[in-house]
């Protein structure tokens, strides 16, 4: 007879018959103990899974490499399966759920012989707040345990926590054949069911991030009138001791990660300020009792970027990831330690790259392109409560209260350096209108407008159009709403040069937004939202014209009705589903651009 840890029915059934689908040859309960995790780590490496880095130099770390095309997430391969096709809505891809459930069984049926399946009873967020959520993972792949032991709360107080209820997310994984023909990445919402097949890479496998954290769990809010949202938390101190939070939302490549954790620069540490870095990836926020809005950050850890990640542009990643961190896709210099492109110090004379290749500077493909060392999108997952700003209210049950919530975008000439919504109405507008310009590392045409709603539209779980409905509801049911704002940290003068200088100096903005959240300044009302007096941004040691100054917050009517164009086009996407909150919204907007003498 088999012994469970575990006296859950539901659960013990539910692995008894995946267990019967993947045929696995052995099966191992992750208990969280740091005995279980180091003989795993010895396995990885005897396997060659995992490379042990520099122990003297990197204590803790090691080195993965998945299949060269098994790098990022792969959203054609994601599917949202749901009975009715409208129920996921226009921007997901859909699959009905028999279906669905029919072609991944083909694939994972027998996919774990003379393989071990491991359990993963995993929290995300605190055990036992109100605001978390239980899953537990199913997977054939040690790399996905050690990852998720950084990711997620592990271990014998999630099974506790079990034994009382059954609400949990079943979540199954197996790497199969690493066949990219057979790769699916499927999310089950109406049965709180994740199944992903076929890959190793970490965005599509570690099941209790973006599956779970944002497109299972943002189905969940919605039923449950709470927000789960790809945003980051940071707290800002002031000398008194009293810190107030902010939520913010931006798509890739807007350095999000960055502001998380920045650190105040030169000419304000007069002001004695200090960041608390709560998360710098998903937000779970909820209408607490006072009619103000908490937030919790799901996660235990950082599954962050790791080309141009250095001590200019994030130097807190730099110390976080000195130890316990496990790198993907990187180059392996001779001495053990790694290397990717923007890193610090010099560029190193050779290295595997994360190919398994020997690599050296200067060196060409085929086609006369660069050959990288590390890849683009090569990665590390590294525990949160190793960065010198983590925040002391990151287990609090309770959360943290968020004074102001930011939305943030690419854009070279049109949107302001920052602006405030005039109500939470307009506020939603602006998170649904929001969009970033291609970038020469993006694929499709350089500056090319991409909306990424709220920085959800590869995540969200439904349809985006009930998405912003929900976002208006709950509006209207919080007595106290943060102010919503909108930033742009990347506008350009007429040479191509930013005109703002970015990473610390982003907190000159945030202070002035927590001074409008506290109605200690005034400010100038445009056709777009409210703007600073420019005397109001406290420019003290940064070498900033007035000029370059005020073109931060110049609005050009001909840009904004090009503007206007596209959002029409995107809104159009959602026929009759899309709120008429917004297209009252975007009416307004049209009337304040075409009538604008600015």
């Known amino acids: 007879m088999k012994k469970y840890p575990t ?17 696995p ?9 740091e005995e279980q995790k180091l003989r795993l780590q010895e396995e990885s490496v005897l396997s060659g899974e995992l490379i042990r880095l520099n122990q003297k130099k990197l204590p803790g770390c090691f080195l993965h490499r998945t299949s060269i095309d098994d790098v990022a997430r792969t959203e054609h391969l994601t599917f949202i399966c749901t009975k009715r096709k409208r129920t996921a809505g226009p921007t997901s891809n859909w699959m009905p759920p028999k ?15 003379w393989r071990t399946m491991y359990v993963i009873p995993f929290s995300m967020g605190p055990v036992g707040s109100e605001f978390s959520k239980i899953g537990v993972e199913l997977t054939d792949s040690r790399y996905v ?57 970490g965005g599509n496998v570690l099941l209790g991030k973006k599956c779970l954290s944002l497109r299972i769990a943002s189905v969940i809010a919605r039923r449950e009138m709470w927000l789960a949202e790809h945003m980051l938390i940071m707290g800002i101190e002031e000398p008194n001791g009293h810190i107030e939070y902010i939520a913010a939302a931006f798509p890739s490549a807007c350095g999000k990660t960055n502001l998380a954790m920045l650190i105040p620069p030169q000419g304000l540490r007069r002001k004695g ?12 926020m909820r209408i607490d009792s006072d009619g103000a809005l908490w937030a919790i950050n799901p996660e235990s850890g950082f599954f962050g970027v790791a080309p141009g990640t250095n001590s200019r542009t994030n130097p807190n990643m730099v110390e976080t990831i000195k130890k316990d961190t496990i790198f993907t896709n990187v180059l392996l210099k001779p001495d053990g330690t790694v ?38 999108n090569s990665r590390f997952t590294t525990p949160i409560e190793n960065c010198p700003s983590v925040s002391f209210r990151l287990e609090q049950h309770h959360g943290v209260p968020i004074s102001a919530i930011v939305f943030g975008g690419r854009r070279q000439h049109l949107a302001p350096l920052v602006y405030e919504s005039f109500n939470w109405q307009h506020g939603v507008f602006l998170g649904a209108t929001m969009a970033s310009e291609r970038t020469a590392a ?35 049911n919080m007595p106290k709403a943060p102010k919503i704002f909108h930033v742009n940290w990347f506008r350009i003068d007429e040479n191509g040069k930013f005109l703002w200088p970015g990473f610390g100096e982003n907190l000159r903005v945030l202070e002035w937004i927590l001074d409008r959240c506290n109605n200690k300044i005034s400010a100038v009302q445009t056709p777009v939202g409210y703007i600073p007096k420019i005397s109001d941004i406290d420019i003290t040691g940064l070498k900033l014209s007035k000029n370059s100054l005020q073109k931060l917050f110049e609005i050009h009517k001909k840009d904004w009705m090009v503007e206007l164009e596209s959002i029409k086009t995107f809104f159009k996407k959602f026929k009759n589903s899309l709120p008429r909150e917004l297209w009252q919204e975007y009416k307004a907007l049209y009337s304040r651009i075409k009538n604008y003498k600015g």
């Not at 040859?25 to 103990?33: F, H, M, R």
């Not at 045409?445 to 509801?473: I, S």
Request: glycine share 10%; charged share 25%.
């Open 7 to 23: 006296h859950n029915k539901k659960l013990i059934n539910w692995v008894d018959k995946m267990t019967r689908l993947c045929e």
């Open 25 to 33: 040859q052995d099966i191992v309960w992750i208990d969280g103990s």
């Open 99 to 113: 279906l669905a459930y029919k072609k991944a069984e083909a694939i994972f049926k027998g996919s774990m012989r």
């Open 145 to 201: 345990v050690l990852n998720m032991l950084i990711m997620t709360r592990v271990g014998e107080a999630v099974l506790r926590h079990l034994e009382d209820k059954d609400d949990f997310t079943k979540c199954l994984h197996s790497k199969a054949d690493l066949d990219i023909n057979k790769r699916m990445i499927l999310h089950f919402p109406e049965d709180n069911t994740i199944w992903s097949v076929g890959s190793g890479y």
């Open 273 to 284: 300020y200090r960041i608390w870095t709560v998360g710098d990836d998903i937000a779970w």
């Open 339 to 376: 290397w990717w492109e923007g890193a610090d110090g010099e560029i190193p004379a050779e290295g595997i790259d994360w190919q398994g290749r020997p690599w050296r500077p200067g060196m060409f493909d085929a086609s006369g392109r660069p050959i990288l060392g590390a890849h683009p």
């Open 442 to 476: 993006q694929v499709g045409k350089l500056g090319e407008v991409r909306r990424d709603p709220m920085a959800m539209f590869p995540f969200c779980g439904y349809n985006m159009a009930e998405y912003f409905k929900h976002w208006l509801k709950m509006g209207k």
